[in-house]
């Protein structure tokens, strides 16, 4: 397994939550890690992107103000602090790894699911109304 998420659940709207993600192998040694999502009878989309080297974050615009990307080097892991969640943010989270020719190539690209390369097997999150 190269990349395995956790920290999924069920939580109320307004609660938060906290999903990890593990890289291992040739999926830890990529330019970018980030999240998609997957709501029900809907496609994946883009939620959150970083780079291991610089640290550089991107977000789409739903999550902005409301969730946080974050990495630690040191582990190959990545994480994804949700807070103030919303029934609408119910859906499958996946963990992704990307490698990118380089950051701008990144800043061009991060939220191009077809960037990335290493996918994890996805952990449930839905949010109560």
């Known amino acids: 397994v190269q990349l395995q998420a956790c920290g999924g659940g069920l939580v109320q709207a307004g609660g938060s939550l906290r999903l990890s993600c593990a890289a291992s192998?040739?999926?830890?040694?990529?330019?970018?890690v980030g999240w998609f999502r997957q709501a029900p009878g809907k496609g994946r989309e883009f939620v959150a992107a970083i780079t291991w080297r610089s640290g550089s974050r991107h977000y789409a615009d739903y999550a902005k103000g409301r969730f946080s990307i974050s990495r630690d080097n040191t582990k190959s892991e990545a994480y994804l602090e949700m807070n103030s969640l919303k029934p609408d943010d119910t859906g499958v989270y996946y963990c992704?790894?990307?490698?990118?020719?380089?950051?701008?190539?990144?800043?061009?690209?991060?939220?191009?699911?077809?960037?990335?390369?290493?996918w994890g097997q996805g952990t449930q999150v839905t949010v109560s109304s």
């Open positions: 992704v790894t990307g490698s990118f020719n380089n950051d701008f190539d990144y800043r061009r690209d991060y939220s191009n699911a077809g960037r990335y390369d290493y």
């Open positions: 192998g040739r999926a830890a040694v990529t330019h970018a």
